[in-house]
């Protein structure tokens, strides 16, 4: 079928053997025990297993009609929400939103950057503005700020009946204080299931809702989840490709690959890598072990980053994640003069290019030392997007079982936090 996703292997000899996958098989298969069966470390927080086949149309419709109006109704709309709250629904506009050129989507909470903040909203201060404020906990400090605030501005432009229409609060059924604040004055909410961890959260209002007022097909997201869930469900590893790349990633591990890069040959996909780093890191750095997840935008930083790739130390691997279908929007023109001598490309297109640099980088990283694998979706579309999301989740809770860790916690994000509730003079 043209849009399955592909895990292309060839440049693994001499770092991963037929014998090495057979010798890890057994724990593929104690991972694959875990999460079929529901019993291992973490098991309360399998709900992004099936979202993708469980969502229901009525929450489908609801994602729609509010974000109709808010697009409707707002100039721009700022999206509130940090990690597992922000880097998803950011992914999926940055790569599908036909917005992303006319720039009604802002984001603030994702940082603690003053500056940033006060040029969105001088930026914004004549514009109808809408709101989501997403936070399962309800109190994570960034978007807790800049909610604060991007509300104060609000309610210098509106009354309270006229602010109650752009606002909308993703968070908790019932706890935290996000929850509280929306019912006492009004908002409208959407859930964020208890059974879904932040960095899994993408296929829930988390990222469709955001990706919906950017103009994005939330219904293909999920039918392309949906399509991937359905390819994951085998324990072979010639058939499923997030065990396969499992597998692959902790062979590599084991034999001192400490470092992954993932690396796009699409800028639009650059926030998959970041929606990737934490999913990765999250879920597997902890216990004193983990892969530490790196991305890279190619071709731009083969001109920085790829010097140590090619030729630095040797503690590294290489996902590559492209499409398989080429743009045919930017063809090379012919040129009369040929002074920059680029006439052998007149007719080719940009993206011909691109591919050919991708197939080389492939070729002379692995000679470097690089061993690298290419994940290859069909296309840079909302079913293909889908199916990648997907496709990762199911490779990360296999990995990180492998790897021996509860892939579902993150208990050490607390760590800086109580230094600087500490700094800061919160009260207990
Ligand atoms: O994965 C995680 O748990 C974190 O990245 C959270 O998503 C992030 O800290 C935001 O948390 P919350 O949604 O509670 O505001």
Known sequence: MSNKLILDTGYLDGFVSGKDLEGIFSEVEKAHSFLEERNGPGKEFLGWMDLPADIDEGLIKKMEETSARLDRESDAIIIIGIGGSYLGARAVIEALSPHLVNRKIFFAGCDLSCDRLADMLDTLKDKDISVNVISKSGTTTEPAIAFRIVEDFLKKKYDADKLKRRVVCTTDRERGAL???ADKKGYETFVIPDDVGGRFSVLTPVGLLPGACAGVDIRGLIAGAKDQRERSVSLDIDENMSYRYAAIRNILYRKGKRIEVLSNFDGRLRYVGQWWKQLFAESEGKDGRGIFPAS??????????????????RNLFETFLVTAKESERCPIPRCDEDLDSLNYLAGKQVDHVNRKA???????????GVPNVTVRIDERSAFCLGQLFYFFEKAVAASGYMLGVNPFDQPGVEAYKRKMFRLLGKPL
């Open 358 to 368: 991708c197939e080389a980088t492939a070729e002379a990283h692995f000679e470097g």
């Open 179 to 181: 929850k509280a604040m």
């Open 296 to 313: 890279c935008d190619f071709t731009t930083d083969l001109h920085s980053m790829g010097q140590l790739i090619q030729q630095g130390e």
